[in-house]
């Protein structure tokens, strides 16, 4: 490593952002949602991940009755847990997966929640499409799973962390985060206070590019880019968490689907370049790589048939369009559940292309269709 390198780049606190992201003015402050969490029991999943964490330390101030947090991670959830109990803030750490139905009515049983954050996710794409079993039994199936326990139980509010990649997917990950938004729309009790909050790439967020180009400098580079022409839509983690709680407190009485309003997005190689000349470092090359698959040069966060609301008062805009018919999704649901069961990868990405018609399968997928991919 060339110590050269990393005199200036320390962690994400060091980095002067706005040059490159122009600080937006949310105008929102973390009080504004006390009265919604107060006394509340709250469940995040994926409460050990950079989102979730994020969304736990930032309930601490909200005063709620119980915290329980939801992770499959050992070392994520054990971090959280310390972390809550230095401040003596009462939780439950479960170590658990929301696609176990058991482990999830269990704690439905016990701990009553009332509001649900749902952060947990497969979202890193090229690790999606090497394991795409695991993508949807997680994804569609833990959302599927926690929706049927928030009617069943009468959640008063759920939000479910989505992404930029599910619109006109090209990823599996994409596709079902496209599904399980689709899927949390279908269901038609009054007063249903279910969201689904579509973000882009989140400084500082586990996976992010940005922790990557970091640690590339930090040992003389190269920093790896796929395509000079990929660009992304970013936002930072204290406005994600804002946007997060905003989209609980804001949604309306029936299953919605709610983007930030942002700025422009950034190329990434523009990301690149600011990140060399933040960290003064000497000498450092940039490399292109091509496009991994489900890999896409630009994200949009409206799909075509979409309609975009006005902008509310904390920068969110709710999006509208087309409902799965609850009609399709049962047998959709049913042909996905035996292709996972059997390992059966043709008969998952046809059963998910029908559920998902706009969803286009990397030609990686296309060509294990065998069913080698585990």
């Known amino acids: 490593m060339n110590e050269a390198n990393c005199l200036m780049i320390l962690n994400l606190d060091d980095i002067h952002w706005d040059s490159l992201f122009p600080p937006s003015s949310d105008g929102v402050d973390l009080a504004t949602f006390t009265q919604l969490h107060a006394a509340k029991s709250i469940l995040v999943t994926g409460a050990g991940g950079s989102i979730g964490a994020a969304l736990v330390r930032a309930m601490t101030a909200l005063n709620p009755g119980q915290l329980v947090l939801v992770d499959s991670s050992e070392q994520n959830l054990y971090s959280i847990h310390k972390q809550l109990s230095s401040q003596s803030m009462h939780h439950v750490p479960v170590l658990g997966s929301v696609a176990d139905e058991r482990c999830m009515r269990d704690i439905f049983v016990r701990f009553r929640p009332q509001i649900v954050y749902h952060a947990a996710a497969l979202k890193h794409v090229p690790l999606s499409e090497m394991n795409p079993f695991a993508v949807i039994e997680n994804n569609v199936f833990g959302t599927a799973t926690l929706d049927d326990l928030a009617s069943e139980y009468g959640l008063e509010r759920l939000v479910m962390v989505s992404t930029d990649k599910s619109v006109a997917p090209e990823s599996i990950m994409g596709a079902s985060k496209r599904l399980a938004e689709m899927m949390l729309q279908t269901r038609k009790e009054e007063h249903r206070h279910v969201t689904s909050i579509r973000l882009g790439n989140v400084l500082g967020s586990e996976g992010s590019v940005v922790l990557l180009f970091l640690e590339q400098i930090a040992r003389g580079g190269p920093i790896t880019v796929t395509d000079p022409n990929v660009e992304r839509y970013f936002i930072t983690m204290d406005s994600?968490?804002?946007?997060?709680?905003?989209?609980?407190?804001?949604?309306p009485a029936h299953p919605s689907i709610a983007i930030p309003v942002l700025g422009n997005p950034v190329k990434i190689s523009d990301l690149a370049r600011f990140l060399i000349a933040e960290s003064r470092a000497k000498n450092i090359q940039i490399t292109y790589t091509g496009l991994r698959p489900g890999d896409k040069l630009r994200e949009k966060f409206v799909a075509p048939g979409e309609s975009v609301s006005h902008e509310t008062r904390n920068l969110l805009q709710w999006v509208g369009g087309p409902h799965l018919a609850v009609s399709h999704l049962a047998p959709g649901l049913a042909e996905l559940r035996a292709a996972v069961k059997h390992r059966n990868l043709g008969q998952l990405l046809f059963a998910l292309m029908d559920l998902v018609p706009e969803?286009?399968?990397?030609?990686?997928l296309r060509e294990h269709m065998s069913g080698t991919v585990s």
């Open 359 to 364: 969803y286009l399968p990397s030609a990686y």
């Open 240 to 251: 994600t968490v804002l946007r997060v709680l905003a989209a609980a407190a804001d949604c």
